[in-house]
């Protein structure tokens, strides 16, 4: 019985490649997991705030700030909970660095929406109900538009970066131009804009 023909390098190179996508799908993660939650909380929750506040950011929508604010918690709750199933389910079985990293990051993300609640919350009865609305909502994007760049640069991940940069993008400009269009801004053009993303991500892998 002749012995089994050898692997040619070609094929090998072929196999080595292979086995390396699969590897780098698995580290990454779903991305349907990551944006798409976000996307739809961000969609919801700031679409309440906009019938709330519409283009002129004055209360006279048929949503009560109350409801509006209950909405944008309540999904981002949900949000959190699903792409944090997501995150479990990546790094299981990772040790060392990498491990190491995720720990860190994530660590991060509470450390930093934990401080933007203090610093809303101390300012909250300071400010016109607009401005304070106003206050949460950039800088409840200002956060994970940093976290986005900072991920993209540990993992070297540009989709993830420039997702960062667009978001903080979209919140400065909303800023500029008031709580109605900051709200109107943050549902289509992030809320809609993460799911899209997450679903082209998807397609890529």
């Given at each position: ?13 072929r ?28 969609l ?10 519409g ?101 070297t ?49």
């Amino acid at each position: 019985m002749a012995d089994e023909q050898a692997p040619t390098p070609e094929e090998m190179m072929r196999l080595i490649e292979e086995q390396s996508a699969i590897a780098a799908k698995h580290l990454r993660g779903e991305p349907l997991l990551y944006y798409v939650p976000w996307g739809l909380a961000w969609l919801l929750g700031f679409g309440a705030l906009f019938l709330h506040y519409g283009l002129d950011g004055v209360p006279d929508g048929p949503v009560s700030l109350g409801q509006a604010l209950a909405v944008l918690f309540a999904v981002q709750i949900l949000a959190g909970a699903v792409t944090g199933f997501g995150m479990a389910k990546v790094s299981k079985g990772v040790r060392g660095e990498s491990a190491a990293k995720g720990m860190m990051y994530g660590y991060t993300w509470f450390a930093g929406v934990a401080l933007m609640w203090v610093i809303c919350m101390h300012f909250t009865f300071k400010l016109p109900e607009a401005e304070a609305s106003l206050l949460w909502a950039s800088g409840f994007l200002m956060v994970p538009a940093l976290l986005y760049m900072a991920g993209g640069a540990i993992w070297t991940s540009w989709p993830m970066f420039f997702m960062g940069v667009w978001i903080a993008a979209v919140d400065g400009v909303g800023v500029l131009l008031g709580i109605g269009w900051h709200t109107l801004l943050a549902a289509v053009l992030l809320g809609g804009g993460q799911v899209a993303f997450g679903f082209w991500l998807r397609r890529r892998m």
